[in-house]
C-alpha cells in the first residue's frame, strides 16, 4: 500500500523551531518529486516547498524561504521540512505530498499540525 | 506567488452540472498544462481528482471532466451526487518552479 506518515508537529512559540518528518512506503521514493502543503484553520491548502527526486534542487513559497529547510533521505525513504524562526501565520496542518504526472499530487499523508503560540 | 482565482462557492441540484473556474497568468496555467484539480471534504487529506489538465486518476468517476482555455482551467463535474459536496482546489506548477493552489471552491449539493 501506497503511504505516507507525518511526523513531528507540536506546540512551539514564536522565533522557536520544528522539524517535520515523512515517512513513505509502498512505492519508489528515490523516483518521484516530493513536497510539502500546508493548511491553516479554516483556510485553504498553501505549498510551502518541493525537492526533486536526487535532491539536487528545491523550490520554496516566497514567505517560507530562507527560514524552511526541505530534504530527504531516498536510503531511509524519508522526507523532512526543518521550521526555523517560527510565526504565528506558519500555524497550519503540514501534509507531505507526491508529485506525481504532470506535478499532480497523487499520494498526501494524513497531516501533522503544528502551533505556534506564545 | 499568488493564488490561482476560483469562485467562493457553486451550487447545484442533484443530476445538474456543475462548473469550477480556475484563473491564472500566463507563468501557470496559460503557459504548462500541469493543472491538477483536488477534492478536499471537511477534515481530511485532499484527493487528486483531475491532472495535467484533463486526466483523470483511475477511480475517479468520468462524472468529473477538465478542459483549460488561455489562462483559465476548469473542472465540469456532471451528474451532481451528494457525495460530490466538498471543498476543490485547482493547482498549476509554475514557470519559476514553484507551484501554487487556487483559493478554493465549496461545492453544495441543493
Known amino acids: 500500500e501506497v503511504q505516507l506518515v507525518e511526523s513531528g508537529g507540536g506546540l512551539v512559540q514564536p522565533g522557536g523551531s520544528l522539524r517535520l518528518s515523512c515517512a513513505a512506503s509502498?512505492?519508489?521514493?528515490?523516483?518521484?518529486?516530493m513536497g510539502w502543503v500546508r493548511q491553516a484553520p479554516g483556510q485553504g491548502l498553501e505549498w510551502v516547498a518541493f525537492i526533486k527526486p536526487d535532491g539536487s534542487e528545491s523550490g520554496y513559497l516566497d514567505s517560507v524561504r530562507g527560514r524552511f529547510t526541505i530534504s530527504r533521505d531516498n536510503a531511509k525513504t524519508s522526507l523532512y521540512l526543518q521550521l526555523n524562526s517560527l510565526r504565528v501565520e506558519d500555524t497550519a496542518v503540514y501534509f507531505c505530498?507526491?508529485?506525481?504526472?504532470?506535478?499532480?499530487?497523487?499520494?498526501w499523508g494524513q497531516g501533522t499540525t503544528a502551533t505556534v503560540s506564545s | 506567488q499568488s493564488a490561482l482565482t476560483q469562485p467562493p462557492s457553486v451550487s447545484g441540484s442533484p443530476g445538474q452540472s456543475v462548473t469550477i473556474s480556475c484563473t491564472g497568468t500566463s507563468n501557470d496555467v496559460g503557459t504548462y498544462n500541469r493543472v491538477s484539480w483536488y477534492k478536499q471534504p471537511p477534515g481530511t487529506a485532499p484527493k487528486l481528482m483531475i491532472y495535467e489538465v484533463s486526466n483523470r486518476p483511475s477511480g475517479v468517476p468520468d462524472r468529473f471532466s477538465g478542459s483549460k482555455s488561455g489562462n483559465t482551467a476548469s473542472l465540469t463535474i456532471s451528474g451532481l451526487q451528494a457525495e460530490d459536496e466538498a471543498e476543490y482546489y485547482c493547482?498549476?506548477?509554475?514557470?519559476?518552479?514553484?507551484?501554487?493552489f487556487g483559493t478554493g471552491t465549496k461545492v453544495t449539493v441543493l
Open positions: 493547482s498549476s506548477h509554475t514557470s519559476s518552479n514553484t507551484y501554487v
Open positions: 509502498g512505492f519508489t521514493f528515490s523516483t518521484y518529486w
Open positions: 505530498a507526491r508529485f506525481g504526472v504532470a506535478y499532480g499530487v497523487d499520494v
